[in-house]
C-alpha cells in the first residue's frame, strides 16, 4: 500500500492515458511470454541460462561486456567501441540494484519498451488525434515486425523511449527536458543526433524566437551524447572517428550513396534477385517501399489535412537517408522501424485511401512479428 501511495501521483487523472498505460503494460507482459513460450516449444527442457543465451544473442552480449568491463584496446572486444555508451551504462548502474546484469539489461529495455509506447501516445493525444485514431497507430506500433527487440538485450526499447519523450517534450514546449531526451538518444545512436530537427522545427512552428529566443540554445545539448561517444574513441584510441575504421575494416561497413545504394536494390528486385536469408530481404524491401510511402504523403498532406508537420517529416526523411547510407543494407527494418513518424503516416494514408489496407499492413506487421519471434527463438540472425 506504502508503493501505490508513492506512486498514485504518477498515476494520470485522464481515463485514456491509464488505458494506454494498462495496454502498454500488458502488451510487453503477452510480448515477453511469447518469447517464453515459443521458446519452451522448440527447447523442451529449456533452462534459465538457455534463455539468458537467448536475451543477450548477438549484440546484447557485447552490450553485456560493456556494462561489467568499459571499453577495452586489444583483443577483439576493442571491436566494441561500435557500440555507443549509454546503454551500457545504463545496464551497470541498473545492475547495483537488480541481482545481475542480464536482468538489470531486460530490465532497461523492457521499462523503455513501456515509457516509450505511452509517451507516443501521450504526444498523439497533444497533437490532437482523436482517441480511436491513437489506438489505430499504437496498434502497429504494437504489432511492429521487430517487437522481438522490446524485450531483447538491445537499445530499441531505450531509444523508443527516448525519442518518444523527446517528441512529447517540444510539444508540451519543454526545450529543456526535449534537448535532455535528444542528448540521451545521441549517446545511444548516432540517428540521435536528428533529434535537432523536430526541435528546431517545433521552435519555428510555435514562433517561440519571438519572445523567449534564448530556449533555442537548449539545441545545442543534443549532439553533447554523440561528443561523449567521440570522446570516448579518442580517450581509448587516439581518434574521435576511431569507431569509423572499425566498421569498415570488421563490418565492412561505409558511408555510401544513399540514391545510388537504393537504385542498386530496385535493380535486383527487379530482375529477381532475392538474397537467402529472408530478413536481410524484408530489410531491403522495407527500405525501398518506405521512401515512395513519405512521398505520397507528402504530396497529399496539403490537400488532406494531414497531421504531420513538416519538421517531422524532415526528421523521418533524414533518418532514412542516414539508414539508406550504409555500404551494404543489414539491420534496416530495425532502425526504420523506430522512425515514429512513419506509424502515424502510414495510419493516416490507409485510412484515407482505403480502410482495408490499414487492415492488412497490421496482419502484415502481425505475421512478421510472429515470424521474428520464432526465428529468434532459433537462435537465427534478425534484422
Known sequence: MKLFGVLKPLWPTDRFLRRVIIASVLYQIGLSLAIIFCACLLYSDLTWIQL?????????????YLARYGYQTSGDEATFIVFYPLYPWLIRLTSQILPNEH???VSVTILGSIVGHVAFAYYLLKTGCNRSQIWRILCLLFLTPISVYFSMIYTEGM?????ALCLLALRCDRYAWAAGFGLMASA????????????ISRFIETQRWRSHWQSILWVCLIPLGYGIYLYLNWKFFG?????????GAHWQ?????PAIQYLNHWRDLLQWYVPKEPTIFIDRISTLIILPVFIIYGSL???NNL??????QVWAWSQWLVIASQSFWLSNTRYLALILPLYIAIEELSWLVWRVIYFAVAAIFGALSVYSIYLFCQGVWLY
Open 52 to 64: 539468458k543465451n537467448l536475451l543477450s544473442a548477438w549484440d546484447g552480449g557485447h552490450y553485456l
Open 307 to 312: 497531421r504531420l508537420s513538416w519538421g517531422e
Open 301 to 303: 498532406k496539403s490537400r
Open 103 to 105: 536482468l538489470a539489461a
Open 239 to 247: 581518434d574521435p572517428f576511431h569507431y569509423r575504421g572499425v566498421l
Open 188 to 199: 545511444t545512436r548516432l540517428v540521435g543526433i536528428l533529434s535537432i530537427v523536430p526541435f
Open 253 to 257: 561497413k561505409t558511408a555510401t550513396n
Open 159 to 163: 531509444f523508443l523511449a527516448e525519442t
